[in-house]
């Protein structure tokens, strides 16, 4: 649609899908609440009535049975006769206890935290600094390192979007001849532990910070995948363990400044043998101006991390020389991440 040159005003659906972006916040909120509530568990047996919910979760009925009909209106509840609510398809996905849920995500990206650095978006496009530091006096990580309950929410995040992913990466990526695979900074390991189940002879390590551990280990034993997965803890600035074939990692590099993540890829060409894979998913930013989930993921590192970024195939291709790596290809996928691979120089 172009712009009209005629000193007419541009069409009206144009305005009306301005309105609907403006509109983002008031959803944003209206799915982490109800997400935060639990409203989707609530529902998995069947209908039931504002009042009913409101007193399993002690919050108002009639605010309630608001919120709900404006997520009918959306598409994300369904109304199931008077004051009666139900899960609609998409509401589904916000179920805990779904393989894949979204409920985590939606916590991550509607937690009050979050939404304040958010909030301060004009400040950070101003001075290109990150919004978190600036308001909370320290980074994201460092600040859930004392506050557990978001710590718990933004792995359940990163859980909640890479099922989706570890499938696409699985499909669209081939890691047979990798003997052991290093997970650098893989939290829970829910990426690690999908490759190692559709390569059953594959040794894994899982290496991220101390609080991370018992979550891998639980994880791992509950796949079954104790006996072949190492989990280990360290600092991926200071080092990272040796021993494996190849390192992958996954919505790691776009969190960080180009320094910081040649730190983390030069600590990964010295733990690799020669001819060693480096195995980086995260999303690549494509030359032209569609529309792409990585392009708004960008902003959230501008507000969050300190120099984070999503990056181009020829950002990663230099970042890749400076370390020692060969960038061998940029594997797409179908989910909006692609496989960007390296191999070690000698």
Known sequence: MSVPTDGLPPPREAAEALRDLALGKWICQAVYVAADLGIADLLRDGARTADELARTTGVSADALARLLRALVGLGVFAQAGPDRFALAPMG????????????????????PDTWRAWGDLRESVRTGEEAFARLFGV??????????????IFQDAMGSISGME?????????????????????GHGFLLAGILKAHPQMRGVLFDMPHARAGGAALMAREGLADRCRVVT??????VPGGADACIMKHIVHDWDDARS????????????????????????????????GKLLDLEMLVVTAGGRERTAAEFERLYGEAGFELTRVVPTAAPVSVVEGRKRA
């Open 92 to 111: 589904a996905w916000l179920r805990s206890d779904l393989p894949g849920s979204l409920r985590g995500f939606c916590r991550m990206v509607g937690h």
């Open 139 to 152: 980074g994201l990580f460092d600040h859930m390192e004392t506050h557990p309950d978001l710590a718990g």
């Open 166 to 186: 570890t499938v696409a990466v699985l499909d669209a990526y081939d890691f047979g001849g990798i003997g052991t695979l290093l997970d650098v900074a893989g």
């Open 234 to 239: 360290g600092d991926m600035f200071a080092e």
């Open 262 to 293: 040649l730190t983390i890829l030069r600590n990964c060409h010295q733990a690799l043998p020669a001819g060693g894979k480096l195995v980086v998913v995260d999303m690549v930013i494509p030359p032209g101006p569609e529309p792409h989930f």
